[in-house]
């Protein structure tokens, strides 16, 4: 080999060696809802942000909360309950001056394609045998189920009857797998999927509004990369992926054009 080619081999072999520098991550806790809206968030801004890996963990507020106790605090924490928030933020290890609204989300009643209520009120009904709901002491959707069927007067018939889900997205597959007559989800849920159908939109007049809260941990305000991840989510880019999977916008930011209207229900067969 001519020894004029040397040193540029030598170059490549000192390179190769040099180890890369490691990536910065950065860990978002997130209500279960978001998943997929935010699994699109996490792959436009790692492609705008070299260097930095975002590593989300989806689940019930109460697998969280409990990893928080723990010690195991994520760096950002999105939330589909303020008061959980507020509680954190008074009591956790997280900063209220960095509080943001991000989206907001309807509760609605879901049924399977070919069975189930035609009406919210066709819960009480003895056709209806099994009603999934989200455990109100650990999912946010199921404490707002809770919420509204105790002021529509339905809960005492509906009690007897609830089969809990660990998350919205397990009361979803109770529903679409036929283990629940009807079960009650966010709009986001329900347009999601194939296999259900919408009953009824639940009147917001009954709950406390669905607002989903992000705040950092106080550790992580001086991090580049969580302010910048939760720019990106109340951003234009952020705005809008959320709100073409169904989300609604809160107050606080911009409507980016008109608000994603409700679900309207449909008919069970045998309304057809």
Do not use: C
Request: hydrophobic residues 45%; neutral net charge.
């Amino acid at each position: 080999m001519p020894i004029r080619f040397l040193p540029a081999m030598l170059a490549v072999l000192l390179l190769s060696a040099v180890p890369k520098a490691r990536a910065e991550e950065i860990v978002v806790a997130a209500d279960a809802s978001l998943a997929d809206v935010f699994r699109v968030l996490g792959e436009s801004f790692e492609k705008a942000a070299p260097g930095v890996d975002v590593v989300f963990n989806f689940a019930s507020a109460e697998e969280y909360l409990a990893q928080i106790r723990q010690g195991r605090s994520p760096d950002v924490l999105v939330s589909a309950s303020s008061r959980e928030v507020s509680a954190l933020t008074r009591q956790g290890p997280f900063d209220l001056s960095s509080r943001r609204e991000i989206a907001t989300n309807r509760l609605v009643l879901i049924a399977p394609l070919e069975s189930g209520p035609t009406t919210l009120e066709g819960l009480a009904g003895d056709g209806v045998k099994r009603v999934a709901i989200g455990d109100p002491k650990t999912v946010s959707g199921g404490g707002y189920a809770v919420e509204s069927l105790k002021a529509l007067g339905l809960w005492p018939a509906v009690e007897k009857k609830a089969v809990l889900g660990q998350s919205v997205r397990q009361v979803l597959q109770f529903v679409e797998v036929g283990a629940a007559d009807a079960g009650f989800v966010f709009t986001t849920d329900a347009i999601a999927s194939n296999a259900v159908r919408v009953v009824a939109a639940i009147p917001d007049s009954t709950h406390l509004p669905i607002v989903y809260v992000m705040v950092a941990h106080s550790g992580g305000l001086h991090s580049d990369a969580v302010r910048r991840f939760m720019d990106h989510v109340t951003g234009a880019e952020g705005r809008r992926a959320l709100f073409e999977q169904g989300f609604g916008t809160p107050p606080a930011l911009p409507t980016l054009s008109a608000p994603v209207p409700s679900p309207k229900p449909v008919p069970s067969p045998a309304e057809k």
